[in-house]
């Protein structure tokens, strides 16, 4: 079974702040995805980042696939109370190709 | 938006009841997935579906059990429901595997007394 580990678990930050979150694994992963859930929804997909080293913006949102294409970050520049959600990782591969997830960060940015 | 809909969206029942959720899509996506959502383990996959009548286990399947008689529905049985089994049930659609957008339902929140 492949696994994801993501962190921090939970964030809070004030309004205007920077912040990272880290997806990480000892497998390969053939893409990565980064999801956003709302309470009460089923999550949203943010970006797929397929190549090592790859690099993709999405407005504030950066986001980094690793070389060995094993981990990823989100970087989320000037944090709005908007951006308030869970962040989700999963990655395609394996046995069967799955999707497989993370455990997620809950991220809350305050006024 | 994705045409996935999962009914029922909230259900209480007993332990050891059976119970059916179900998932239907007007997209006419191949692959099908359950997955449940508890606090500290993310989403786990149920069993998925890669097709009409075929269907295959995920990493927490037991108890459970899924048919696909057409392509558009995806159905969820809990065989005689326990208290563990209380959680947040998403369905998934994708129209490929790999680098594919996983779009889901808005999920079945179930709670087993």
């Known amino acids: 079974t492949q696994l994801l580990e993501q962190s921090p678990q939970f964030l809070s930050i004030q309004e205007g702040e920077n912040l990272t979150v880290y997806c990480n694994s000892s497998?390969?992963?053939?893409?990565l995805q980064w999801y956003r859930q709302e309470p009460g929804e089923g999550p949203v997909l943010l970006v797929t980042?397929?190549?090592?080293?790859e690099v993709k913006k999405l407005k504030r949102l950066t986001f980094q696939f690793g070389d060995a294409r094993k981990d990823s970050s989100l970087h989320i520049t000037a944090a709005q109370p908007g951006d308030t959600g869970l962040y989700l990782c999963?990655?395609?591969?394996?046995?069967?190709?799955?999707?497989?997830f993370g455990k997620g960060t809950l991220l809350t940015v305050n006024p | 938006d994705a045409g996935i809909t999962q009914s029922p969206r909230h259900k209480v029942t007993e332990t050891g009841t059976p119970v059916t959720l179900r998932c239907h899509q007007t997209?006419?996506?191949?692959?099908m997935y359950w997955y449940r959502q508890d606090p500290g383990h993310g989403l786990r996959l149920i069993h998925y579906?890669?097709?009409?009548?075929?269907?295959d286990k995920g990493e927490v399947s037991d108890g459970y059990s899924v048919s696909r008689s057409k392509t558009e529905d995806f159905l969820l049985t809990l065989e005689s429901a326990t208290s563990s089994q209380t959680s947040v049930y998403f369905c998934?659609?994708?129209?490929?595997?790999?680098?594919?957008?996983?779009?889901f339902g808005q999920g079945t929140r179930l709670t087993v007394v």
């Open positions: 999963a990655g395609w591969g394996g046995s069967n190709y799955k999707l497989t």
């Open positions: 497998s390969v992963f053939s893409s």
């Open positions: 980042v397929v190549t090592g080293g």
């Open positions: 997209e006419n996506h191949r692959y």
């Open positions: 579906s890669y097709g009409v009548k075929d269907t």
């Open positions: 998934a659609i994708t129209p490929f595997l790999g680098e594919s957008e996983a779009f």
